[in-house]
């Protein structure tokens, strides 16, 4: 029973740098700006608490209070300006003045723990909603007012721009939120720290097979994973090939908006029709349609389907 326990005893204290570091590599290698800022700003946070609140390394004085204040509402604030600001490159000019800012505000907290006044924090502190004041809330409500913000943004553009990462954010942001409300626990502030960035990894893996793996266009699997799935068919199966007639006349006399409008109603077509297999964009107007464990007449009739629809 106390096995587990000790092991996250014995590796918490540097859990965070796992996950974190390397997924900071990762986004940097796909461009992922907004993600890189985000872990760059965990990992300033779990080194200053592990080095001034849980530790206190350097033995200074410090306003506790305003150190947990200062985060928990520095934290969704900074979650709401990086998905709100456009992806632009980390190594460019809008991406240096991301990081330009996110150094700034470690500057400032650095500076205002170093005055050492004991009533810092109290500004930090004030309850402006009653309904919001909870006995069993450990950060100051202008910060769940902040998180709360955070996820109506995240809400917002992920119906506009669904995808993974933005997915993610929802996840990314309860694991923020909970390692906030646990920060002066070092076992929980670490684990649900390192959640976070597990978070982040997670969905740049899976945002990483979705481009390898499916047709961002039509939504269908892409010809890689085609060769995939027939790598592992069975004994009996049927092959469909379809593409759309005079698709390039289309095309040169309505535009190619209008074709990958096309493009997209086929694709849904083909997944509307009941027993239809598994389609596949194999590239242009082409599509595929797999049929395992199906013969050629019974393919046969789900391909009139398709055609029909």
């Known amino acids: 029973r106390s096995a587990i326990p000790k092991m996250l005893l014995a590796t918490h204290d540097y859990l965070p740098y796992i996950l974190i570091l390397p997924t900071l590599l990762l986004c940097f290698a796909f461009r992922l700006t907004r993600e890189f800022n985000l872990l760059v700003i965990l990992l300033v946070i779990f080194w200053v608490l592990d080095h001034f609140l849980w530790h206190n390394i350097y033995q200074v004085r410090i306003n506790k209070s305003f150190l947990i204040y200062a985060i928990a509402i520095l934290l969704p604030l900074n979650i709401v300006a990086h998905n709100i600001l456009k992806e ?10 991301r990081l330009a800012g996110t150094l700034g505000q470690i500057v400032l907290l650095l500076f205002f723990l170093w005055l050492d006044s004991k009533t810092l924090h109290r500004p930090l502190g004030v309850t402006p909603l009653s309904i919001l004041d909870f006995k069993t809330l450990h950060i100051p409500q202008l910060a769940l007012l902040a998180f709360i913000t955070a996820g109506i943004v995240i809400g917002v553009k992920t119906i506009f721009t669904p995808g993974t990462l933005n997915l993610n954010q929802f996840v990314f942001i309860i694991s923020c939120l ?8 070092e076992l929980y502030g670490s684990l649900f720290i390192s959640m976070a960035a ?23 699997p892409s010809r890689r994973a085609l060769r995939m799935s ?3 068919l069975g004994k009996q199966y049927s092959v469909a090939m379809l593409d759309i007639d005079h698709f390039k006349k289309l095309n040169d006399t309505y535009g190619h908006d209008v074709g990958d409008q096309i493009l997209k109603m086929v694709a849904a077509r ?40």
Request: hydrophobic letters at 45%; charged letters at 20%.
């Open 198 to 220: 597990l978070s982040i990894l997670i969905a740049i893996i899976l945002n990483s097979y979705n481009l390898a793996y499916m047709d961002e266009l039509t939504g269908l």
């Open 178 to 185: 909970l390692s906030m409300q646990f920060m002066r626990n």
């Open 88 to 97: 632009r490159g980390i190594i460019s000019r809008h991406g240096l003045f």
């Open 270 to 309: 083909i997944r509307q029709v009941p027993g239809a297999g598994k389609a596949f964009r194999y590239g242009g107007e082409e599509f595929t349609v797999l049929f395992p464990g199906k013969t050629l007449d019974e393919a046969h009739a789900n391909a009139k389907q398709i055609c029909k629809a």
């Open 230 to 232: 027939l790598s592992s």
